[in-house]
């Protein structure tokens, strides 16, 4: 945990989420709108985990996020925002800057969003979270653009990464 005696540690937290998922035909029956599109979503396993002799190199995160992407037109479509779940541990800010490194066009800007920094860490919530946090940014007119990406990652090394997209408001999601 993180703390006065701790340069590498976490702020726990606890949390719940959930995505609703419908077909855009079964969403036109019960008359709710689109509030985002999951256009992409991947897995990974990290071999080099945090406690081994060399560490990790972002290999299974990049790949994650290599494999949720695959369907942009770089740059025209880089990801706008990305929401991971780094939490104070360094391993997580090390594993970051590999993936830049790995996969330099695929986001606009190399900053991320870490809302650990407010909720704590949300462990296994953090991608359903990130979905939320992504939806509203639109609603509300403050998200850098159309495209959003939750990157997650466990202890184990499984590594996920979801792209979720603005619905456009003309389209078959509107």
Do not use: K
Not at 66 to 71: E, I, K, Q, T
Request: proline share 7%.
């Amino acid at each position: 945990m993180f703390g006065p005696d701790a340069r590498n540690g976490f702020h726990p937290g606890e949390a719940a989420g959930c995505l609703v998922l419908v077909s855009p035909r079964l969403r036109h029956a019960l008359g709710v709108p689109c509030l985002a599109t999951i256009t992409g979503v991947a897995t990974a396993q990290e071999r080099r985990l945090p406690g081994s002799e060399t560490g990790s190199f972002g290999e299974g995160m990049a790949r994650a996020l290599r494999d949720a992407v695959a369907g942009l037109r770089f740059p025209d479509q880089a990801i706008d925002t990305v929401y991971c779940d780094i939490n104070g541990e360094r391993y997580r800010s090390e594993e970051w800057a590999f993936v830049n490194l790995r996969e330099p066009t695929v986001i606009r800007a190399p900053g991320y969003e870490a809302p650990a920094d407010c909720w704590g860490d949300v462990g296994a919530a953090s991608g359903a979270l990130f979905g939320v946090l992504a939806v509203r940014a639109w609603a509300r007119g403050y998200a850098a653009g159309p495209r959003v990406l939750a990157l997650t990652g466990s202890t184990s090394g499984l590594r996920g990464a979801i792209l979720f997209e603005q619905p456009s408001r003309q389209g078959p999601n509107a």
